[in-house]
């Protein structure tokens, strides 16, 4: 019998980087998902998008650790083949990876019969997402097992009781820019060594942003989030987290009438984050897209993960 599962990918609306330093951050999770089916098979792992994983290489070492902890927490697991879509880009700083992780585990959860808690989900993506990177957060597979809007500071989590206006749109524009991310939390770090109070100042600043965010999502008023979301891409620039083709996606968001936008993620590549209006939704898209970028109008995820018993690949 085949299950099959999703989960979200997430974009984080502020905070990034200034996490590192003990303040907060939001993230979002949205309407790109990883499906992931189980059935009865000889362990064959196949992604429609890297094709076939063989056993030991650098993607089979997510799905073998989540095989593991399973096995550890339930004992033996039926041999089974696995099969992966997802929407998500790769080694954009949109989660993708947690996202596979968590919709796998609530599969194969439901395909062995056993009793499990959406934490025992999430708990058993995060161990496997540790080998494939170093100290996560949890805030992706936080966000791709619970859904919704995510308060996040050292460790903690809060989920929020907010939802975005039903006529407001999330645009994800992906610069198919690839960095370290390592490379790039390293060389944010040493500059707020080098800045001294001033690097400081620029983390309190962050952190006043993501509490005055709260407040406008509590009131609906898209505008003044958007002007936030300038804000915060303005204090990455500053701390060396953004780059020229990340700037121009921004730029090109406001001019064609989107609320505002930012970096999401470690920055200089991956993807913007933009808020607008649904209406102004297929204008920007064009704008974006006739200059190179993918571009993808997207909403919120209140679910978080869930089973889909679909026999073709989920897209929404």
Same mark, same amino acid.
């Given at each position: 019998m085949k299950k099959c599962s999703i989960a979200p990918g997430k974009v984080l609306l502020f905070g990034e980087h200034f996490v590192v330093k003990g303040k907060p951050a939001l993230g979002l999770a949205i309407t790109m998902y990883a499906n992931v089916c189980v059935k009865p098979g000889t362990g064959r792992v196949y992604s429609k998008q890297l094709g076939l994983i063989e056993e030991g290489s650098r993607h089979w070492k997510l799905i073998g650790t989540l095989l593991k902890s399973i096995k550890d927490r339930y004992g033996d697991v039926p041999s089974v083949d696995v099969e992966i879509d997802s929407q998500i880009p790769i080694a954009a700083g949109m989660g993708s990876s947690a996202s596979v992780a968590v919709a796998l585990a609530h599969a194969l959860l439901s395909y062995i019969g056993v009793n499990f808690t959406r934490e025992d989900v999430r708990e058993i993506a995060h161990e496997a997402e540790k080998v494939v990177?170093?100290?996560?957060?949890?805030?992706?597979?936080? &966000?791709?097992?619970?859904?919704? &809007?995510?308060?996040?500071?050292?460790?903690?989590?809060?989920?929020?009781? &907010?939802k975005l206006p039903a006529n407001v749109a999330i645009l994800v524009i992906n610069t198919r820019v690839e960095r370290s991310t390592g490379q790039v939390v390293r060389e944010v770090l040493e500059r707020y060594e080098r800045l001294g109070s001033a690097g400081k100042l620029i983390y309190d600043a962050a952190e006043e942003v993501v509490e005055m965010a709260i407040e406008f999502l509590r009131a609906g008023d898209m505008k003044s989030l958007g002007e936030l979301m300038l804000v915060n891409h303005g204090l990455l620039w500053a701390m060396g987290a953004s780059a020229e083709i990340c700037d121009k996606a921004v730029y090109e968001l406001v001019r064609n009438g989107a609320y505002g936008g930012k970096v999401s993620g470690a920055g200089r590549g991956g993807v913007v984050v933009g808020v607008a209006d649904v209406e102004r939704v297929n204008m920007i898209e064009s704008a974006l897209r006739g200059m190179g970028f993918e571009c993808f109008a997207v909403k919120p995820d209140y679910t978080g993960v869930r089973a889909c018993n679909l026999e073709e690949p989920l897209y929404i």
């Open positions: 990177h170093y100290q996560p957060s949890g805030v992706d597979t936080t &966000l791709a097992t619970h859904g919704g &809007l995510l308060h996040y500071r050292q460790g903690v989590f809060r989920k929020l009781d &907010l």
